[in-house]
């Protein structure tokens, strides 16, 4: 399945453009697409025993080699020619296959209804021409073949009335079907190259808070300045209160609104020097830093903008947003966050254990009832001390 894959990513690594890399993947996948089509429907041609498509099975020999270039032209940076050679022998294998065997007897001809669109998924936008190009050459066959009509071979008619439904609902349905998965892999393709370049910007797109990784890069920094200074900090592990039935009851849309509200009034409660961060869902992460060189001092002040933040929070929510109709409405909701606190000073525990740690804490609050700040305990856990039984 690897093999797999990097074969269908020939030609996209070292390619800068998103946009351009997803163009490159779609020809590769098109062109897999087209040989286990060919082959396919070769199969079921082989069996009918009939000399005409038997016939087309043998002209559509040179075909598989043509389109099996396709990958290795992306791989050598040729993607405009891998285009081309892929778009055109398609469509002239398609009709190789009408004039040839078929005519427009068997519907083959719907094929050039798919590749009339799918230009568009094959070439950048700023091609244009060459989209209009390919699609009025293949609609103009398409249209041809549907109200002019093409003979077909007289010996296709030998076929009985069921296969020759059967090979007219394959023809129809898997053009069809083939269209609605390359739709569908281009926004797939679209929405994780999204997530990548969220991932690398360093912040969450809904609520333009800083995301997960750069808040771990920022609490590597601050843990070693902490290590320099004996300035201590904490990390506040936040998760919303029974948010999933907000979203359920008036839409994600609604749980969007609700999050940058969260958000705003996060970042309201602490320093220009603190740093709020998106963590994923309805989880914020708060990094406090330069709580002062005293133990029972620090955690007092860390406790006291976590409860800040907890009542802010807890403030009811006036949503507007918009109804099925059109209409837009004001939704008052109430939602509340349970916090779990970590302290730490110097470089005793790793980024990565004091968020785990923050966050063990945060389930310790929502154990107790939710809308509540927990601290994590020392000892409680069995990573604190592996000698000592869990306390529960
Ligand atoms: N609107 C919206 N919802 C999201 C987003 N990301 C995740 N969610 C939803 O957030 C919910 C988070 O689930 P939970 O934390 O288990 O739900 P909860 O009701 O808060 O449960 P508790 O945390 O146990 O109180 C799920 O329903 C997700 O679908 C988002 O970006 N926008």
């Known amino acids: 399945m690897t093999g797999l894959l990097k074969w269908l990513r020939w030609g996209c690594d070292g390619v800068e453009s998103y946009s351009l890399q997803r163009k490159i993947f779609h020809v590769n996948v098109a062109a897999l697409i087209a040989i286990l089509s060919m082959a396919f429907f070769a199969v079921f041609n082989a069996l009918t025993g009939n000399p005409a498509l038997i016939r087309s099975n043998l002209l559509q020999i040179p075909f598989y080699f043509i389109v099996l270039v396709v990958p290795w032209l992306n791989r050598h940076g040729q993607a405009g020619m891998a285009r081309w050679v892929l778009s055109l022998s398609i469509t002239t294998a398609v009709s190789t296959n009408i004039w040839i065997a078929n005519g427009s007897w068997l519907d083959l001809h719907f094929y050039f209804l798919l590749f009339a669109l799918v230009g568009v998924v094959f070439f950048p936008i700023r091609q244009w021409a060459s989209i209009v190009f390919l ?34 609902s394959a023809f129809v349905s898997t053009s069809l079907f083939t269209l609605l998965f390359i739709t569908w892999l281009g926004e797939y393709v679209a929405n994780r190259n999204e997530r990548e370049l969220e991932e690398l910007s360093g912040m969450d797109m809904l609520t ?17 300045v902490s290590e320099r200074t004996g300035q201590r900090g904490a990390v506040l592990f ?155």
Request: charged share 25%; proline share 3%.
């Open 135 to 168: 699609f009025v050459l293949n609609a103009s066959l398409f249209i041809y073949c549907e109200y002019v009509g093409v003979k077909p071979d007289p010996t296709l008619f030998l076929l009985g009335e069921n296969m020759t439904t059967m090979f007219r």
């Open 208 to 224: 333009h808070l800083p995301n997960r990784r750069r808040m771990e890069q920022r609490l590597a920094e601050t843990i070693a």
């Open 238 to 392: 936040l998760d919303l209160d029974n948010f999933k039935p907000l979203n359920d009851e008036h839409g994600h849309a609604a749980g969007d609104l609700l999050l940058q509200e969260v958000a705003q009034r996060i970042s309201g409660c602490i320093r220009k020097m603190d740093m709020a961060a998106r963590f994923g869902g309805d989880e914020f992460v708060i990094m406090l830093s330069e709580l002062g060189q005293e133990q029972e001092g620090a955690r007092q002040r860390a406790a006291q903008v976590a409860e800040k933040i907890r009542i802010a929070l807890a403030e009811p929510y006036l949503l507007d947003i918009s109804s099925a109709g059109g209409d837009r409405e004001s939704v008052k909701h109430r939602c509340s966050a349970s916090i779990g606190v970590e302290m730490f000073v110097g470089g005793a525990m790793s980024e990565a254990d004091i968020l785990k740690r923050a966050d063990a804490a945060m389930y310790q609050s929502k154990e107790h009832g939710r809308n509540k700040i927990s601290f994590h305990e020392e000892k409680r856990h069995v990573w604190d001390n592996p000698e000592l039984p869990t306390v529960v």
